[in-house]
């Protein structure tokens, strides 16, 4: 067995749900899941129920989590129509604000210009944005950030045309960075062999051309977040089915399967899940905490067996290579290889000030 010791690793984009979408996820899940996975900080999206757009719904979530999460965490807030003058004053307790440029799960979407314009003037420039932007809005989002003088991430790229804009941008030195998710780098809309309703996801699957463009632009991406994004069976099932899909326990193993293969380097892979996201997202070190994995152990993701509620995975049947099989956070041990050993409420608010005392 290779054992290899790694630093615990950030994912930058996490849909954890909880409050009134609990059935699908809620912080006690989705952190056990994390922990699975190898990931020891989250950050957590804020197209919930309701929406992370004041702060009577920012203190629910952090009452939440405080209660429930097992992993260290962070909130981001939403942008929304209603809160261009607000915003500002919760930026010292999240993690980041995001703007929704696109029809997703939730109703965030923000169609003017002038308020993408406005929240990118207003959002202070120390804290982390953060766009669901896909197509002409990466280029919309990209251009109101540089004019606003700040920086902007560009979350789960996966098209060709979009992934080549952000490289000709960060050549110009535009303070442009950007993530991608496993699925949008293993899978292609017609080889994903999901089921329709399984399918649906946004951005949405692409082709084999967006794909290799992705792996050809490696050294333009900055971080592998999962867009861990939590729906039921039942509801995938549905008339209407929600886009998303569940990617908390697979990802590091896909990300190692292609090391493996020799698509990336360890190093690569350690960049995009631990160093760049601390420094995008002015991370705390988390001190006595790394993760243990065997790389030589090959798996197959099983539903059955996973903490996340969505009793589902896009990856079922793969043949994967490496698996976490343990993880000690902040000296503890946290997940042994079969339990989440961590409690709900143990993990900490990587914002509040208290962190590492
Ligand atoms: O597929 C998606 N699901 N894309 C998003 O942008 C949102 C997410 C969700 O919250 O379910
Ligand atoms: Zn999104
Ligand atoms: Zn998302």
Redesign the pocket.
């Known amino acids: 067995m290779t054992r290899l010791r790694l630093p615990g690793l950030i994912d930058p984009h996490v849909?954890v749900r909880d409050l009134n979408q609990s059935h699908k996820e809620d912080w006690d899940s989705a952190t056990a899941a994390a922990l699975a996975g190898g990931i020891t900080t989250i950050l957590a999206?804020p197209?919930t129920q309701p929406p992370i757009t004041d702060g009577a719904a920012l203190a629910q979530y952090q009452a939440a989590a405080q209660a429930r999460a097992r992993c260290d965490y962070g909130l981001y807030f939403g942008a929304g129509p209603g809160n261009v003058e607000s915003a500002a004053r919760f930026a010292p307790q999240v993690a980041g604000m995001k703007m929704?440029l696109d029809s997703?799960?939730?109703d965030l979407k923000m169609d003017a210009l002038s308020l993408l314009v406005e929240h990118c003037a207003r959002w202070p420039k120390e804290s982390p944005l953060l766009a669901?932007a896909e197509g002409h809005h990466v280029a919309s989002a990209i251009l109101a950030a540089h004019l606003a003088g700040r920086s902007i991430h560009i979350c789960?790229v996966s098209r060709k045309d979009e992934i080549e804009l952000i490289a000709r941008a960060r050549d110009k030195g535009y303070a442009v960075t950007c993530e991608v998710c496993p699925h949008h780098m293993f899978m292609t809309l017609d080889d994903c062999g999901l089921a329709p309703g399984y399918l649906?996801?946004?951005?949405r699957l692409a082709t084999p051309a967006d794909v290799a463009a992705l792996w050809a632009h490696l050294a333009d991406i900055d971080c592998f977040a999962t867009?861990h994004?939590p729906?039921t069976r039942a509801e995938k099932e549905s008339e209407k089915p929600?886009?998303?899909?569940p990617g908390l326990e697979t990802a590091l193993a896909l990300w190692l399967t292609a090391a493996h293969q020799g698509r990336l380097t360890l190093e690569d892979l350690l960049a995009r899940m631990h160093t760049n996201p601390r420094r995008i997202f002015n991370l705390p070190e988390q001190p006595d905490t790394w993760i243990e994995v065997d790389a030589d152990c090959e798996w197959q993701p099983d539903a059955s067996r996973m903490y996340s509620r969505a009793g589902w995975t896009p990856f079922v049947g793969w043949r994967l290579r490496g698996r976490v099989i343990a993880v000690t956070l902040r000296g503890q041990l946290a997940y042994d290889g079969e339990r989440v050993l961590a409690q709900p409420g143990t993990g900490r608010d990587v914002m509040n000030s208290s962190y590492s005392v």
């Open positions: 849909h999206m197209n929704y997703t799960f939730g669901h789960h649906e996801v946004r951005p867009d994004a729906h929600p886009p998303g899909f």
